[in-house]
């Protein structure tokens, strides 16, 4: 008999962090796990961090090796996006902090957590984002997403950065549609 593993509760708030180059290029990490597909850095505040600059400096050196010279908010709000958590209560989703930021070093990106880093123009950022609506407007799910579209969540945050000026409201509402649906057997005690 297998045992499941206790699932711990989501802390309810997170940080993304838009780390662009001097080409206008965008980092991007493939999620190793859920949620899935490829998105700015991001993680937790509560979980291991006392507040949101010390998430926002250790979540960039953890999944992309880089080390934070400068940060400033954007955008600020709470999204229903759910994580491999156990949603947080009695509010689930997230209250996100999203910030640019400015960084140094060489991108190594954090093996398990993640398939990988890259830098994206904002054609191949737009390419991501098409994908994942293609995705689910011919019905597919967000355990099947594929590792070559954008993370769901990352529609509003983008959004919000001026990133994806050109998405409608259709596309933002089918964007949360995906990212507010549970991770099914995350939330059973394992990753697939």
């Not at 190793?32 to 509560?46: D, E, F, L, Q, S």
């Not at 509010?91 to 140094?104: C, D, F, I, S, V």
């Not at 509402?173 to 991770?183: F, R």
Request: charged share 20%.
């Amino acid at each position: 008999m297998t045992a499941t593993k206790k699932m711990k509760r989501c802390c309810g708030t997170s940080v993304g962090v838009i780390i662009t180059d001097s080409a206008d290029r965008l980092l991007m990490v493939t999620r190793g796990w859920w949620p899935k597909g490829t998105a700015p850095v991001a993680g937790h505040v509560k979980d291991a961090h006392t507040d949101v600059a010390e998430a926002l400096v250790a979540e960039v050196q953890e999944e992309v090796g880089l080390t934070v010279t400068g940060a400033g908010l954007v955008w600020e709000g709470h999204l229903p996006n759910l994580c491999a958590s156990l949603p947080h209560q009695p509010r689930p989703g997230h209250y996100w902090h999203l910030a640019t930021a400015t960084a140094e070093g060489t991108v190594a990106a954090a093996p398990g957590e993640t398939k990988g880093a890259a830098w994206y123009t904002r054609e191949q950022v737009d390419a991501l984002a098409e994908a994942t609506l293609a995705h689910y407007r011919a019905g597919g799910e967000a355990a099947t997403q594929p590792d070559n579209s954008l993370e769901g969540v990352w529609f509003k945050l983008l959004f919000e950065a001026g990133w994806l000026p050109w998405l409608t409201e259709d596309d933002l509402a089918l964007a949360e549609k995906a990212y507010s649906t549970a991770p099914g057997e995350y939330w059973l005690g394992g990753r697939p």
